[in-house]
């Protein structure tokens, strides 16, 4: 016994009756955001070198075109901190534990990985396409024979 219930129908036949969840797809510029990263703006000292380098990074990604019309400035701001002090060994074991749930979060409201994206309907617009090689679309391939030959020899 298979399943229950009737078969599912040809692809052909079926339809969807209520509308997808979640809008449109927006594509985003696969070059990323144009122009200089917002000031800094979470209050206290100022923020070490490394966590400025990741901010200004952060606002040159395609997702960062989004987040300008969504006053997203403080959540980048905090995952460029955490990150930071996640990867730059900065926190104890007990600290480090606590924080990655944190950080996968916030990656995911931002829309820095791939559940991000999905939940936000955020994709990379379509590659352009690339044009043919010449000769037929055949490009040339490195022998490794003759490499390993120099390198056993």
């Keep these: 016994m298979a399943g229950r219930g009737p078969a599912p129908k040809p692809a052909d036949q079926r339809r969807r009756r209520n509308a997808p969840q979640g809008g449109e797809w927006v594509d985003l510029p696969r070059e990323g955001r144009k122009g200089p990263a917002p000031k800094w703006m979470l209050p206290g000292k100022a923020p070490k070198a490394e966590v400025l380098k990741l901010w200004r990074w952060a606002w040159g990604t395609p997702q960062a075109t989004m987040w300008e019309g969504l006053a997203l400035e403080p959540f980048v ?3 460029c901190v955490l990150t930071v002090d996640v990867y730059g060994g ?6 480090l534990m ?6 996968r979060q ?6 820095l990985n791939p559940k991000g994206l999905q939940e936000r309907r955020w994709r990379l ?7 043919a090689v010449a000769g037929g679309g055949a490009g040339t391939v490195t022998r490794l024979d003759r490499y390993r030959a120099k390198v056993e020899g």
Aim: proline share 11%.
């Design 125 to 131: 617009e379509a590659e352009p396409e690339r044009p």
């Design 90 to 95: 900065d926190l104890g074991a007990t600290a």
């Design 77 to 79: 701001a905090r995952w």
């Design 98 to 103: 606590a924080s990655l749930p944190e950080l």
């Design 106 to 111: 916030i990656e995911d409201r931002l829309g």
